[in-house]
Protein backbone atom coordinates (compact mmCIF):
# COMPACT_ATOMS: atom_id res chain seq x y z
CA UNK A 1 0.00 0.00 0.00
CA UNK A 2 1.45 3.50 -1.25
CA UNK A 3 -0.05 6.91 0.15
CA UNK A 4 -0.26 9.67 -2.39
CA UNK A 5 2.86 11.69 -2.18
CA UNK A 6 1.02 14.71 -2.60
CA UNK A 7 -1.61 16.38 -0.03
CA UNK A 8 -4.44 17.75 -1.90
CA UNK A 9 -7.23 18.64 0.42
CA UNK A 10 -9.67 18.66 -3.03
CA UNK A 11 -9.29 15.17 -2.76
CA UNK A 12 -12.88 13.02 -1.98
CA UNK A 13 -12.82 10.21 0.49
CA UNK A 14 -13.78 6.70 -1.04
CA UNK A 15 -17.20 5.24 -0.09
CA UNK A 16 -16.63 2.11 2.49
CA UNK A 17 -19.49 -0.24 2.77
CA UNK A 18 -20.27 0.18 6.81
CA UNK A 19 -18.24 3.56 7.02
CA UNK A 20 -20.41 6.82 6.87
CA UNK A 21 -19.00 9.06 3.95
CA UNK A 22 -16.98 12.59 4.79
CA UNK A 23 -20.01 15.08 4.87
CA UNK A 24 -17.41 18.02 4.00
CA UNK A 25 -16.39 15.91 0.92
CA UNK A 26 -12.84 16.87 1.26
CA UNK A 27 -9.76 15.14 3.54
CA UNK A 28 -8.30 17.27 5.86
CA UNK A 29 -4.79 16.74 7.40
CA UNK A 30 -5.76 14.17 10.01
CA UNK A 31 -7.40 12.25 7.69
CA UNK A 32 -4.18 12.25 5.98
CA UNK A 33 -2.31 11.49 9.32
CA UNK A 34 -4.71 8.37 10.35
CA UNK A 35 -4.14 7.27 6.26
CA UNK A 36 -0.66 7.45 7.21
CA UNK A 37 -0.72 5.44 10.16
CA UNK A 38 -2.45 2.95 8.87
CA UNK A 39 -0.21 2.51 6.26
CA UNK A 40 2.34 1.68 8.38
CA UNK A 41 0.61 -0.45 10.38
CA UNK A 42 -0.26 -2.65 7.51
CA UNK A 43 2.92 -2.45 5.45
CA UNK A 44 4.32 -5.64 4.09
CA UNK A 45 7.76 -6.19 6.40
CA UNK A 46 9.29 -7.67 3.69
CA UNK A 47 8.87 -4.85 1.36
CA UNK A 48 8.73 -1.95 3.97
CA UNK A 49 8.29 2.18 2.95
CA UNK A 50 11.04 4.04 1.91
CA UNK A 51 11.56 6.41 4.61
CA UNK A 52 12.48 9.18 2.11
CA UNK A 53 8.72 9.12 1.11
CA UNK A 54 7.67 9.63 5.16
CA UNK A 55 9.60 12.29 5.41
CA UNK A 56 7.98 13.84 2.29
CA UNK A 57 4.48 12.93 3.49
CA UNK A 58 5.32 14.72 7.09
CA UNK A 59 6.46 17.67 5.69
CA UNK A 60 3.83 18.21 3.70
CA UNK A 61 1.59 17.51 6.27
CA UNK A 62 2.97 19.86 8.46
CA UNK A 63 3.03 22.34 5.42
CA UNK A 64 -1.23 21.40 5.22
CA UNK A 65 -1.35 22.41 8.47
CA UNK A 66 0.51 25.83 8.51
CA UNK A 67 -2.13 26.46 5.55
CA UNK A 68 -4.81 26.04 7.93
CA UNK A 69 -3.48 28.22 10.42
CA UNK A 70 -3.21 30.94 8.16
CA UNK A 71 -6.52 30.70 7.14
CA UNK A 72 -8.01 30.84 10.48
CA UNK A 73 -5.95 33.83 11.75
CA UNK A 74 -6.92 35.89 8.13
CA UNK A 75 -10.74 34.83 8.92
CA UNK A 76 -10.34 35.90 12.67
CA UNK A 77 -8.35 39.40 11.26
CA UNK A 78 -11.00 39.79 9.02
CA UNK A 79 -13.75 39.70 11.53
CA UNK A 80 -12.16 42.08 13.61
CA UNK A 81 -12.01 44.80 10.49
CA UNK A 82 -15.79 43.91 10.10
CA UNK A 83 -16.33 44.78 13.66
CA UNK A 84 -13.94 47.98 13.47
CA UNK A 85 -15.78 49.02 10.35
CA UNK A 86 -18.74 48.55 12.36
CA UNK A 87 -17.81 50.86 14.89
CA UNK A 88 -16.45 53.26 13.13
CA UNK A 89 -20.39 53.67 11.23
CA UNK A 90 -21.54 53.79 14.60
CA UNK A 91 -19.21 57.30 15.47
CA UNK A 92 -20.65 58.78 11.91
CA UNK A 93 -23.95 59.27 13.58
CA UNK A 94 -24.79 62.80 14.04
CA UNK A 95 -22.86 63.67 11.07
CA UNK A 96 -24.33 64.51 7.22
CA UNK A 97 -24.46 61.83 5.02
CA UNK A 98 -24.01 62.58 0.92
CA UNK A 99 -25.82 60.27 -1.37
CA UNK A 100 -24.34 62.19 -4.19
CA UNK A 101 -27.47 63.06 -6.20
CA UNK A 102 -30.40 65.55 -5.20
CA UNK A 103 -32.26 64.03 -7.96
CA UNK A 104 -35.96 62.73 -7.71
CA UNK A 105 -38.84 60.96 -10.26
CA UNK A 106 -42.17 62.17 -11.26
CA UNK A 107 -43.93 59.47 -12.68
CA UNK A 108 -47.22 60.75 -15.26
CA UNK A 109 -50.48 60.57 -12.75
CA UNK A 110 -48.70 60.34 -9.36
CA UNK A 111 -47.56 63.34 -6.89
CA UNK A 112 -43.52 63.05 -5.95
CA UNK A 113 -42.29 62.85 -2.55
CA UNK A 114 -39.23 64.39 -1.10
CA UNK A 115 -37.06 65.34 2.10
CA UNK A 116 -34.94 68.56 2.69
CA UNK A 117 -33.05 68.33 6.11
CA UNK A 118 -32.60 71.64 7.31
CA UNK A 119 -29.35 72.78 9.23
CA UNK A 120 -30.80 75.58 11.04
CA UNK A 121 -33.94 77.45 11.97
CA UNK A 122 -36.26 78.90 8.59
CA UNK A 123 -37.57 81.76 8.75
CA UNK A 124 -38.19 81.71 4.91
CA UNK A 125 -37.36 80.49 1.51
CA UNK A 126 -38.43 78.71 -1.21
CA UNK A 127 -37.46 74.96 -2.98
CA UNK A 128 -36.72 75.11 -7.01
CA UNK A 129 -37.95 72.02 -8.95
CA UNK A 130 -34.74 71.92 -12.06
CA UNK A 131 -34.85 69.88 -14.68
CA UNK A 132 -32.03 68.26 -16.49
CA UNK A 133 -30.68 71.71 -17.88
CA UNK A 134 -30.50 73.11 -14.66
CA UNK A 135 -33.44 75.48 -15.60
CA UNK A 136 -36.42 76.29 -12.34
CA UNK A 137 -39.19 75.03 -13.39
CA UNK A 138 -41.21 75.60 -10.24
CA UNK A 139 -40.74 77.08 -6.93
CA UNK A 140 -42.47 75.76 -3.63
CA UNK A 141 -42.53 77.51 -0.76
CA UNK A 142 -40.18 76.40 2.69
CA UNK A 143 -42.36 78.11 5.55
CA UNK A 144 -41.53 78.31 8.99
CA UNK A 145 -39.56 75.54 10.38
CA UNK A 146 -36.93 74.70 13.37
CA UNK A 147 -34.13 72.70 12.22
CA UNK A 148 -34.75 69.32 11.26
CA UNK A 149 -36.00 67.64 8.05
CA UNK A 150 -39.24 67.65 6.14
CA UNK A 151 -41.22 66.41 3.51
CA UNK A 152 -42.91 68.46 0.45
CA UNK A 153 -44.19 67.06 -2.47
CA UNK A 154 -44.62 68.20 -5.88
CA UNK A 155 -47.50 67.05 -8.08
CA UNK A 156 -45.54 67.84 -11.16
CA UNK A 157 -47.13 71.62 -12.11
CA UNK A 158 -44.49 73.76 -14.04
CA UNK A 159 -44.65 77.84 -13.70
CA UNK A 160 -46.19 78.13 -16.51
CA UNK A 161 -49.29 76.08 -15.49
CA UNK A 162 -47.94 72.96 -17.78
CA UNK A 163 -47.71 69.74 -16.49
CA UNK A 164 -43.80 68.15 -16.37
CA UNK A 165 -43.46 65.16 -18.72
CA UNK A 166 -42.70 61.81 -16.19
CA UNK A 167 -38.66 61.82 -15.78
CA UNK A 168 -36.00 62.93 -13.33
CA UNK A 169 -36.33 66.21 -11.96
CA UNK A 170 -33.68 67.65 -9.36
CA UNK A 171 -34.32 69.73 -5.60
CA UNK A 172 -32.81 71.84 -4.34
CA UNK A 173 -33.72 74.91 -1.48
CA UNK A 174 -32.60 78.79 -0.73
CA UNK A 175 -33.73 79.82 2.64
CA UNK A 176 -33.20 82.78 5.38
CA UNK A 177 -32.17 81.64 8.70
CA UNK A 178 -33.54 82.98 11.97
CA UNK A 179 -30.42 84.96 12.24
CA UNK A 180 -31.50 86.68 7.95
CA UNK A 181 -27.98 84.06 6.81
CA UNK A 182 -28.55 82.86 3.56
CA UNK A 183 -28.04 79.18 3.38
CA UNK A 184 -29.21 76.40 1.30
CA UNK A 185 -30.07 72.53 1.27
CA UNK A 186 -30.82 70.01 -1.20
CA UNK A 187 -32.18 66.53 -1.98
CA UNK A 188 -29.77 63.64 -0.65
CA UNK A 189 -28.00 65.18 2.24
CA UNK A 190 -29.26 63.86 5.37
CA UNK A 191 -28.12 63.77 9.16
CA UNK A 192 -27.13 60.11 10.08
CA UNK A 193 -29.63 59.36 13.10
CA UNK A 194 -29.04 55.65 13.23
CA UNK A 195 -27.50 52.71 12.58
CA UNK A 196 -28.80 49.16 12.10
CA UNK A 197 -27.24 46.09 10.97
CA UNK A 198 -29.18 43.53 8.74
CA UNK A 199 -28.39 40.32 7.88
CA UNK A 200 -24.88 41.51 6.83
CA UNK A 201 -25.83 44.71 5.49
CA UNK A 202 -25.20 48.18 7.34
CA UNK A 203 -28.16 50.43 7.07
CA UNK A 204 -27.88 53.66 8.31
CA UNK A 205 -31.08 55.81 8.70
CA UNK A 206 -31.04 59.47 6.56
CA UNK A 207 -34.45 61.11 7.54
CA UNK A 208 -37.44 58.98 7.28
CA UNK A 209 -35.47 55.87 5.51
CA UNK A 210 -32.94 53.50 6.17
CA UNK A 211 -30.25 53.13 2.92
CA UNK A 212 -27.55 51.04 2.70
CA UNK A 213 -24.20 52.80 3.81
CA UNK A 214 -22.08 51.90 0.54
CA UNK A 215 -24.51 53.93 -1.02
CA UNK A 216 -23.06 56.64 0.41
CA UNK A 217 -20.70 59.24 -1.07
CA UNK A 218 -19.33 61.62 1.61
CA UNK A 219 -19.66 62.17 5.27
CA UNK A 220 -18.76 65.38 7.05
Known amino acids: MAITSSLDTSLTSPTIPGVAENPA ?16 Q ?16 TSQLATLESAENTNGA ?32 LEEGAVSRFELYFPSDVREGNINVLDGSGNIIQTI ?16 SQADGTQAEEGIYYIEANYTDADDNARTSRVGAYPIESVRFDEGET ?18
Do not use: C, R
Open 74 to 105: LEALAAQLGATQDFSVIASIGKIADLGSNAIA
Open 203 to 220: MVKLGSQYVPFQNIKEVY
Open 141 to 156: DVGTNTTGTYEFEWNG
Open 42 to 57: HQDPTEPMDSAKILTQ
Open 25 to 40: GVLGKDDFLKLLLVEL
